[in-house]
DNA sequence: ATTTTTCTACTGGTTTTCCGGTATTTCATG
DNA sequence: CATGAAATACCGGAAAACCAGTAGAAAAAT
């Protein structure tokens, strides 16, 4: 599928100016059409769920859900189509949990237009791709994030932030309309999954893998 | 001089991507030229010592200078030059500093195509030009600098840091040599200088705070 | 259709935090 | 030396969190 020469692209990017960017890097290459730009990722996943797409290029900073999310949804709509994450954060943590959600390529918005164009065409023959400083980031490893983050449930989620914001075990129950009980429930299993013991210890770790 | 029919045109963005965007849009531009693109503050003064520009698009997440000090630096050089500022950070203490330092424009790159082209084009018959998004900023008094950081003793540091690490009072106590009763005073003390009411909350804020 | 996960809810008891005061000692600075 | 800020410490009681376990219903995944 991806050798016939009728090659599409998505590109996914709430700045306009970046969208239009790579529309203008893309449409002088032969064998290659830009099939949509999208600047939420509803509007994205609308899309995908209609046709299908060899190349998403993603970026991860999206205002309406979180490129790690958007990620694993745009696998289990279009499972052939390869990503590309466009991103300014170089964490090794982000870039990590984004190609553990499928994506098969990261590169750093600061790469080079040549760079940029390598990755593409490399991504276009089955290849992971990473820009030069995301390869650098990885090379050495970090040891912070050797603690991976949790699965966290939906609830478990919401439950989080009600306790980051400083609500009682009640309080929550009452805005949720469930039982304190199963709020507590929720909280326990939260401080299990990080390996924390109190509520303090929970929203600080939380914090620092941004769940907050 | 702005009024002439060739009116030029400098970006500056270590993003080559949305250097590429720029240059799209604005080459269908009738007597406006880009007369140079630029990756880093360096080679943007290099050759305004030697050239002039009427307008100066400016990316203040530079590598090499902030933006607010190349902001002066151009109007140094360039005195004429009308700056605007290309930017992510809608904070409003990088908005103000950077139009008290001689920008004549703020525009976020969430804006759309058109935002952007109708401030381009406003900024050349002199006015000055903020997207809506930095508007609305400018416009509600700033929720976040309005609280501001409350002063914290040595004491009240170390007890917060120990209690985002997840201890209990007792084990806070034994740690430091003093009564689990104090170490009960000294949090009650930072709830009521964060005013929260109960630990999560108060390590949600201390580490928004970057407290820990 | 069946297994797995998630959400829900409970019992019963222990520990810890939270609230409202008050009060003494220490130490630096005016 | 006086004044104030910081650190120390206390009481008593109410509220909330924490622990260990169980378990049914709903939703999702296979």
Redesign the interface.
Known sequence: MQQDHNISIIIID????????????LKDLKGLTVTGCFTSAQDSLDFLSGHDADIVLLDINL?DLSGIDLCSEIKKISPFSRIIAISNNNERSMITRMLQNGASGYIL?????EE?MHCITDALSGKLVLSRDVQQVLAQPDLRELKITPRLTRREKEILKL????N?TTEMADQLFISPLTVETHRRNLMQKFE?????????IA??HQL?
Chains 1, 2 share one sequence.
């Open positions: 709430d700045h306009p100016l970046v969208l239009q960017g790579f529309r203008y890097l205002p918005k600061n790469a080079s237009t940029l306790i980051a914001a400083g009682t924390v013991s109190n509520a303090p210890a929970l929203i600080r914090s620092e907050l």
